[in-house]
């Protein structure tokens, strides 16, 4: 062992293993909206900011659900989990930081104060996220539709009649007894009276 060894001179440092990113399950997407709900109304925010929170939480709760049909490596999907996990617990916890007269009177942006600000950001996540739940609805509805064409095509007339399933035909009666009689193709033939007897 040398020099070196003991005071760690030319030893090459290992890398630090990259950290592993999982994508939220749903579970985890709820629950981040429970808490930023929670966080509103723990920091009593005014009425307006509020509605427009659960207008958002509304949204990405009905979403959620649907996510796999959007793909995980969607930019709508990401921006689903982003918003539940991100965006709507940094403008809340933002907005909560400040003092509450301050940040509802002062001017930060423009003539625009914090609480205005936090307004607008709330109003494009709502939007944002409407124009998400459209698309993956629009993907599900367009799958509904493909499905009844191929359905269509299938079992339907050339003048897109309802449904045209081949008929059959009964079969025969077969007196008590007696073995019905099979054609070449396997099906019963039309019985003959019994002699004597008028059909």
């Known amino acids: 062992m040398g020099l070196g060894d003991w005071f760690g001179w030319g030893r090459r440092a290992e890398p630090a293993p990259a950290p592993v990113r999982t994508v939220p399950t749903g579970e985890r997407l709820r629950a981040a909206l429970d808490e930023v709900e929670a966080m509103a109304r723990d920091g009593a925010v005014p009425a307006p900011v509020m509605s427009r929170l659960t207008r958002v939480t509304r949204i990405l709760r009905d979403t959620i659900p649907r996510l796999d049909t959007l793909g995980s490596g969607s930019p709508q999907a ?20 400040l003092p509450r007269d301050w940040a509802n009177s002062r001017p930060v942006d423009g003539t625009k104060t914090s609480l205005m600000v936090l307004i607008d950001q709330l109003d494009l996540l709502g939007a944002t996220m409407d124009q998400v739940f459209d698309a993956v609805c629009r993907a599900d509805a367009n799958a509904l539709v493909v499905h009844g064409r191929f359905l269509q095509e299938k079992f339907g007339t050339p003048e897109g009649g309802s449904l045209a399933l081949p008929q059959m035909s009964a079969a025969p009666a077969v007196p008590d007894g007696a073995a019905p009689s099979l054609d070449s193709t396997g099906m019963p033939t039309p019985l003959e009276p019994p002699i004597g007897r008028q059909a």
């Open 78 to 97: 990401y921006n689903v989990m982003a918003t539940a996990t991100d965006y709507l617990p940094e403008a809340i916890g933002g907005y909560l930081r």
